[in-house]
Structures are given as structure tokens and as C-alpha cells.
């Protein structure tokens, strides 16, 4: 049942857990239905989720303000999803794709650390021109940015023992912003970027390669299964990702025993990714990659579509005029950033535009909003295997490592 109940005068709607995901899975729903009615979506790759949800985001910071009634989330499934989400993604961890792609990991580390690098000198250079804290400089930068919400949570105390006044407030409510705007980049920029170069999928031309035409003119694919899925192996999948999830939490609180500050799917992804291999090299068990791709889509959209309903604008409101400056300059630079470094530096290929787009997300909100953008592009120019391997890889497992390294420098200079 609903469950009303009264705040300081206003009415307070609190969704229990079934009706959270019921609700943002119909928000979803209206998103996809948008989304396919207004060109504009279309055209620049803007996920569903995200239509969907920051459109209700927006009703519901309108109710709020005009202290009509406030709706509040149960997202005990957000967590779950995101898990189930990177457990399939640690499916195609596969040492024989690391082998072909390995390069590629370790090119777009070094890309990610150098936006960290320059989100950090921006945020602080730009706070000492307009005469405020610098912390408040960094807060804004790959505190929030790169670091997102995890990152903002674990050093805004630190900020507020230092000297800066609401530090975790003010990194919260950059890492909501960064959220919003590293979702809604990242299609049109690698939109751009496809168009002008007029780039293609190496997978998708591989697929048109097997079409043949018979002697009436008819167009045949061969050997080529698109769009049909096997009932026996969704359900092998699905029994995959939960076993990957359940054996994830030990290795995850291993490395919270020894001091190791990870994300909790990191576990999952691990063991997600021995279980992949060891199907590679046995024979065992075998893997269906169409399967846990359409299960990993599932989750990764109604994980994305609750984040999206869940945010709270009103934080954005009290932000100073400083704040708004710094954080548009941030995404300002993640645009250039992305265009100009992160496409070149990966190659000027098609997997480079799709790591582009991903990289507005996982720069300036968290990985899945990447994984979302890269999603979104694919779905309309096609596949890009390596990309959906490289991104997660960099995103969750070891830009954490750099990103700390490089904020408590700052904050140690500062």
C-alpha cells in the first residue's frame, strides 16, 4: 500500500520497494515512448532512462517546491540492478578479448587520469579566479565529477574538516548535476563526431558482409542469428548472474576487510569474469553472450530509469552562483575533453566515438550513465564489442585508484 505521511506541512508519498521498481519501471516506459515520438532523442542518442526519469525529476521537483507533496523512493533494488548490471559485464571479460583489446585498456586509463588531472587544475584555478575556496574548486572537479556520488560521500567530511563549510552537501549536489548533464552530452557528441567522420561498425559491417542475395533478388542472411534469444539459455544466464552476485559479496567484503575501498559490484564482476574464462578454457557451462547482454540491458535500464526518478533537484536550488559557474565549466570541458582528447587518443575509429560518449558519462556522473550513453549510441550505428569491454574495465576497477590519489594530492597541496 501507499504510505502518505506529513512533514513540516507537506504531504510526504513513500513507495515501498515493489512499488519503487513498478513506478520507475513505468517512468521507463514513457521515457522509451518519448524518446521514439520526438526526433530530437533520436538524433542525439539520449537514453530512455534518461527522459523518462529526469522528466519526472523535474514533476517532482516541481511538487515539492510549490509544497504540494513529495514522493520518496525505496531503492534497495537500485543497488541490486547496478550489481546484477556489472556482473554481466564481467561476463565478457574474456582473457582472449584482452588479449585482442588489452592496449585499448590501458591507453583509456591513461585518458581517464588525465581528465581527472584536468577537472582537479580547472576546478581549482577557476575557484581562486572568481575568489572562492578552492576546495570548492575541487569539490566541483573529479570529486564529482569522475568520482560521482561514492567519491563525493567518502572525501566532503574531509572538505568540511578542512575548512570547507557543507563540503558533502555541495559535492552531493555536483555529483547529481554531473549525473544529469554526463547523461545528456554524451549522444550528441558522439553523434557528432560519427557524422563527420562518417565512421561505422566494424561489427555491423561484418554482419552485412553475410547477407546474400538469391536469384529472385531476395536478401538472405547466413549464419547470422539477430534479435532471437533461447528461453533454456536466459534462464542459464540468469542462474549465471545470480551465483556471479551471491559468490561476489564474499570477495567484496575481503577487500573491505583489508581496507580496500571498492564499489560493491566489483566482486561480482570478478567472479563473474573466472566463471567466463574458466567456460573458455573447460568447455563448461558455455556462456551465451546475446543472453546476458539483453539481461544486462534490463537491469542497467531500470537501475538507470530509479537513479533518474530518485534525484533531488531541490539540492541544485541552494547552490551559489560560483558553484553553477564551476560545474559548467567542468562539463564545458568534458565536451572539448571528450571531442578532442578521449576520440584521438583512442583512434579515430568507431569504438573511439562510442568510448567518447561513454566517457561523458563515467566523467562526469558514474559508469553506468557511460555504459547508458555508449548503449544508446550503439542501439542507432551499431555494436562496439571493445568499447562495453574497455569502458567498464577503466570505470569501475581502476580510475577509483587514481582519482583518490590524485584529490588527496590536492587536497595535501592546498
Excluded at 264 to 286: E, L
Aim: aromatic share 10%.
Amino acid at each position: 500500500m501507499f504510505e502518505f505521511s506529513s512533514e513540516l506541512g507537506m504531504m510526504m508519498l513513500n513507495l515501498d520497494m515493489i512499488q519503487s521498481i513498478s513506478f520507475t519501471t513505468v517512468v521507463f516506459l514513457i521515457g522509451s515512448f518519448i524518446k521514439n515520438k520526438v526526433n530530437l532523442f533520436n538524433k542525439y542518442c539520449i537514453p530512455a532512462p534518461v527522459v523518462g526519469g529526469f522528466s519526472f525529476a523535474i514533476i517532482s521537483f516541481i511538487l515539492k517546491q510549490m509544497g504540494i507533496i513529495t514522493i520518496v523512493f525505496d531503492t534497495t533494488l537500485q543497488g541490486i540492478l547496478m550489481t546484477a548490471f556489472f556482473t554481466t559485464v564481467g561476463f565478457t571479460a574474456s582473457f582472449q578479448v584482452l588479449k585482442k583489446g588489452g592496449s585499448q585498456v590501458i591507453k583509456f586509463l591513461i585518458v581517464a587520469t588525465m581528465l581527472v588531472l584536468a577537472q582537479d587544475i580547472l576546478g581549482v584555478l577557476s575557484a581562486k579566479m572568481i575568489g572562492v575556496n578552492p576546495l570548492l574548486g575541487l569539490a566541483a572537479g573529479s570529486v564529482s565529477m569522475t568520482g560521482g556520488h561514492g567519491a563525493s560521500g567518502a572525501f566532503g567530511p574531509l572538505m568540511e574538516a578542512k575548512g570547507l563549510e557543507g563540503g558533502l552537501s555541495i559535492a552531493l549536489a555536483c555529483a547529481t548535476f554531473g549525473l544529469v548533464s554526463g547523461s545528456i552530452i554524451g549522444g550528441p557528441v558522439a553523434n557528432k563526431l560519427i557524422q563527420k567522420y562518417r565512421l561505422h561498425s566494424e561489427e555491423m559491417e561484418l554482419r552485412e558482409e553475410s547477407v546474400s542475395t538469391n536469384s529472385h533478388g531476395e536478401v538472405s542472411f547466413t549464419d547470422v542469428s539477430i534479435g532471437i534469444l533461447s528461453e533454456s539459455k536466459l534462464t542459464t544466464s540468469a542462474m549465471q548472474i545470480i551465483i556471479a552476485m551471491g559468490l561476489g559479496t564474499i570477495v567484496s567484503n575481503l577487500f573491505s576487510n583489508i581496507g580496500a575501498t571498492m564499489p560493491p559490484y566489483i566482486g561480482s564482476m570478478i567472479i563473474a569474469a573466472i566463471m567466463r574464462n574458466i567456460s573458455d578454457i573447460k568447455g563448461i557451462w558455455p556462456i551465451a553472450s546475446d543472453e546476458l547482454e539483453s539481461l544486462g540491458s534490463i537491469c542497467l535500464s531500470l537501475f538507470l530509469s530509479m537513479a533518474m526518478c530518485s534525484l533531488k533537484l531541490w539540492e541544485l536550488v541552494d547552490l551559489a552562483i560560483p558553484i553553477v559557474i564551476l560545474l559548467s565549466l567542468q562539463t564545458l570541458l568534458m565536451i572539448i575533453f571528450a571531442y578532442f582528447v578521449t576520440f584521438r587518443f583512442m583512434g579515430k575509429d568507431y569504438t573511439a566515438a562510442v568510448l567518447a560518449a561513454g566517457h561523458c558519462g563515467f566523467g562526469l556522473g558514474a559508469t553506468p550513465n557511460g555504459i547508458a550513453n555508449m548503449e544508446s549510441v550503439t542501439s542507432k550505428y551499431g555494436p562496439s564489442p571493445s568499447a562495453f569491454f574497455i569502458l567498464p574495465l577503466v570505470g569501475a576497477l581502476f580510475i577509483e585508484f587514481f582519482n583518490s590519489a590524485v584529490i588527496t594530492t590536492f587536497m595535501n597541496l592546498l
